[in-house]
């Protein structure tokens, strides 16, 4: 195992905190729109198929559209509310981790 300084290990743990915090704000946001892990499993193979349509179609600027992304949504509305709506506009602000 590699020694490393005092400076970059603490740079590490902090990065890793950040992460960590960020998959925490992630699961909180899916709670609101009550998004279990199969839905959001769903939702990601969903538009990775759409991305990997995208590629084969030689996606680009000019050929830009959401049509795509559209239909994913219309597809999801009945189960699924967008990010910001109202519950997220009953939120205080961002969750703060205790000191």
């Known amino acids: 195992m590699e020694v490393v300084g005092q400076g ?4 590490e743990e ?3 905190d950040a992460v960590l915090e960020l998959w925490r704000c992630f699961g909180e946001a899916c709670g ?3 998004m279990d892990f199969n839905t959001v ?3 990601y193979i969903a538009k990775n198929r759409v991305n990997f349509e995208r590629q084969d179609l ?3 600027e000019d050929t830009k ?3 795509d992304n559209q239909a ?3 597809r999801r509305a ?9 519950a997220s506009k009953e939120s205080t602000g961002p969750a703060r981790r205790p000191s």
């Open 65 to 67: 559209t959401e049509h």
């Open 78 to 86: 009945s189960r699924i509310e967008p990010l910001c709506s109202s």
């Open 58 to 60: 030689h996606y680009n």
């Open 72 to 74: 994913l949504r219309s």
């Open 14 to 16: 902090k990065a890793k």
């Open 32 to 34: 609101l729109q009550s």
């Open 8 to 11: 970059r290990r603490l740079q």
């Open 41 to 43: 499993k769903e939702i």
